[in-house]
């Protein structure tokens, strides 16, 4: 019965994102790594921790219970080769229970617990039947565990609800609805956990699951460096650095706050090229022998004034040949006039 329901519904895709870096489980299927369909690639600012696509059969990771003792839960359907589909399509059955768990999801990064999780819900509910109605949303719920926890992982009483845990769509829409998603799960200082959706009446399928926390990426701006760094969607300050060659521009350190969905924010301080140093491709490059850039800032490095040179990588002037000199007062980008007899 099952098969024949939950192709009415298209499917669901759960993405997770994990707010500090942890490892991607290590159980994934190599087939899947080199699969005949392409994974989408992940923007700069995410890093995923677990993609559904990289295994094989889900049927050996995953868990479903049917806690009403109907016989009914979530089946797997679809073609099984990383691209599978768990579905649960009991609408018209009255007091539904069916809960699917995912493995251990592990959010601990260098001994640092994880803040926040954000799932993203891409889905398809099948409507209700006409001049009916049914139940339009499902559950996701959570269990905070450090450890590998078989036994407890299926045990319901140890999920636990978050805010905004409910997937819903309008109310009773006649055809199948497909939407994007994204919730915000806090996590406690616990370092692991398992994701739990509960299905209590709908038509629902779940094709995608991803794992993966937001980043402000590493890059350099206008000769400010900036670290890659976990967004911990508290719009935390970082303290950036100027590249290699620079300095900062009057007495304020450049800092930025890095946003909650990865996107660094306008810094406060500025950087620019060293004397000695000029722009080439947002990094500052030492003048080469025979040049020179006397000032900090953006301007070029320049020839070396008449009767001057150097020899030397990075020069803020070029010195007088022998027998030349600067008249008094004469600055860096003064040429040098030979000296009386």
Not at 140 to 146: D, E, G, V
Not at 191 to 198: I, S, T
Not at 210 to 235: A, L, R
Request: hydrophobic share 30%.
């Amino acid at each position: 019965m099952l098969f024949e329901n939950v192709w009415l519904c298209a499917f669901i895709q759960i993405v997770f994102f994990a707010t500090l870096q942890a490892q991607a489980p290590g159980d994934g299927s190599s087939f899947c790594q080199n699969a005949l369909f392409t994974k989408p690639p992940y923007p700069n600012n995410i890093v995923p921790l677990m993609d559904s696509y990289d295994y094989s059969d889900l049927r050996t990771t995953w868990n479903t219970r049917d806690v009403d003792g109907d016989m009914r839960t979530w089946t797997q359907a679809g073609d099984k080769s990383c691209r599978q589909v768990f579905g649960s399509c009991y609408n018209l059955a009255p007091g539904q229970n069916n809960w699917l768990f995912t493995q251990h999801i592990n959010t601990t990064v260098n001994g640092v617990a994880l803040s926040q999780v954000v799932v993203r819900v891409n889905f398809s509910l099948n409507g209700c039947p006409t001049g009916g109605s049914c139940q339009q949303s499902f559950l996701l719920q959570m269990y905070q565990t450090q450890n590998i926890d078989p036994s407890g992982s299926t045990n319901t009483s140890n999920y636990a609800a978050f805010a905004n845990n409910r997937v819903t769509v309008g109310s009773n829409p006649s055809g199948t609805v497909v939407d994007t998603q994204d919730i915000t799960v806090p996590l406690g200082a616990i370092g692991g956990m398992y994701l739990a959706a509960q299905d209590t009446g709908t038509c629902v399928s779940i094709a995608h699951l991803t794992v993966f926390y937001y980043v402000c990426p590493q890059q350099v701006v206008n000769f400010i460096s900036y670290p890659m760094v976990v967004s911990n969607g508290n719009g935390g300050i970082t303290q950036l650095a100027c590249v290699s060659g620079a300095s900062m521009v009057g007495v304020q350190a450049p800092l930025a706050t890095c946003g909650s969905q990865g996107v660094w924010g306008a810094p406060t301080g500025t950087c620019s090229c060293n004397p000695g140093y000029t722009n080439v491709d947002q990094t500052c490059q030492t003048c080469p022998p025979g040049t020179y850039k006397s000032a900090q800032g953006s301007s070029v490095c320049l020839p070396c004034p008449s009767n001057s040179n150097n020899s030397v990588n990075g020069s803020s002037q070029c010195p007088c040949l022998q027998g030349y000199y600067r008249p008094a007062g004469s600055g860096a980008d003064s040429g040098c006039i030979a000296t009386r007899p």
